[in-house]
């Protein structure tokens, strides 16, 4: 069967079924499901997911949608609905949660196979049962819904990960027992810290590791990728799903960011200004364009007030980004890195409004 995976082909032997019968061995989860991919038993609300890239998560989170929609659950004695189906976009959740090849529509048997509604953003499937796609950046859009399940994607880069994963609690409220799963590639960021800090407590923790997937993966991506990376710092986090601190020499660590954090920054602060450190490039793989707004009180204490960082947008999509960001906060200049083009990056700033006021 791991031919079938990276192949699409099946043997002579599985050849001699029926479309029917073939279907069905492939899609038994029970059987081809890895024992760290399959919800574990007890009482628990969250099951948290850390792996590496490739390891199996999204499979793991489409098996639980799956499982839940078809009534299919570890003590279920009728589908789950609503479902609510949250990445850090829309498009995103759309692209893998739902029509990737491991998302809900490739997993199902033809016969169980939701109907996707692109246009009402939901599953549904043939006994009615429903789940919605959500996008962590929209999350004011969760107050009001309610669900029975959830499933949360790579919650360790949604931006503004802890607003949305609070507006989703509120939510999961209906059925005998609402659970959600949460599959993500671990970064060191304050949701997944409280997470762990829960474990025993109604959260579950599973860890995948990359290698452990290793029959589904193909063979150049192992070689190349994983023997390259294997055993150093960024292959710990990207492969083997770990959580890995600081670097002993950072400047900033994460526990004094954590510790620096305030409900709200004061309203009389004597200056407020926003700085653009743009990409050389606005290719897929440059770097992202910084945008942070940053305020300081008459103690010379300094807020940081908003982060509106994007990757891979042309010089006018920064820029209309920058500009709203300093109308909004009614901030008193634009601040550009000076190191890469100060002089392009004004004028491109000019030609959304001319008469921003500008420093390098």
Wanted: proline share 6%; with cysteine.
């Amino acid at each position: 069967m791991a031919d079938y995976a990276r192949t699409g082909q099946v043997g002579p032997t599985l050849a001699l079924l029926s479309a029917h019968a073939l279907e069905d061995i492939l899609r038994d989860w029970a059987f081809w499901g890895r024992a760290e991919q399959k919800p574990p038993p007890g009482d628990w609300t969250s099951w948290l997911i850390l792996g590496g890239r490739g390891a199996g998560k999204t499979r793991s989170g489409a098996e639980f949608v799956r499982a839940a929609a078809l009534g299919l659950s570890e003590g279920a004695q009728m589908p789950v609905s609503p479902i609510a189906l949250v990445g850090e976009t829309y498009d995103e959740a759309r692209a893998v949660m739902v029509e990737g090849s491991s998302g809900l529509l490739a997993i199902h048997k033809a016969s169980e196979r939701p109907d996707w509604k692109p246009a009402r953003r939901m599953l549904e499937w043939p006994n009615g049962a429903r789940a919605y796609v959500h996008s962590a950046e929209s999350h004011e859009a969760l107050r009001g819904p309610q669900f029975a399940a959830a499933w949360l994607d790579e919650v360790a880069k949604w931006r503004l990960g802890e607003a949305a994963f609070d507006q989703l609690q509120f939510g999961l409220r209906v059925g005998l027992r609402p659970r959600q799963v949460i599959t993500t590639t671990p970064r060191p960021v304050p949701l997944l810290r409280a997470l762990l800090k829960r474990e025993g407590a109604g959260v579950v923790v599973t860890r995948m590791a990359t290698t452990a997937n290793a029959s589904n993966l193909a063979d150049g991506f192992l070689r190349d990728v994983v023997g390259r990376y294997s055993g150093t710092r960024l292959g710990r986090q990207e492969l083997d799903g770990e959580m890995i601190d600081d670097r002993p020499d950072t400047l900033f660590p994460r526990g004094l960011v954590d510790a620096s954090r305030v409900a709200t920054a004061p309203d009389d602060l004597r200056r407020i200004v926003v700085a653009v450190d743009p990409p050389a490039s606005s290719s897929a793989g440059a770097d992202a364009c910084g945008i942070v707004a940053a305020g300081a009180d008459g103690y010379g204490n300094a807020y940081v007030l908003a982060d509106a960082s994007v990757q891979g947008a042309s010089p006018a999509a920064w820029a209309r980004r920058a500009i709203g960001l300093y109308r909004r906060l009614n901030a008193d200049r634009i601040v550009a890195e000076v190191n890469q083009g100060g002089e392009m990056v004004e004028a491109v700033l000019r030609q959304v409004d001319p008469d921003v006021p500008m420093a390098r």
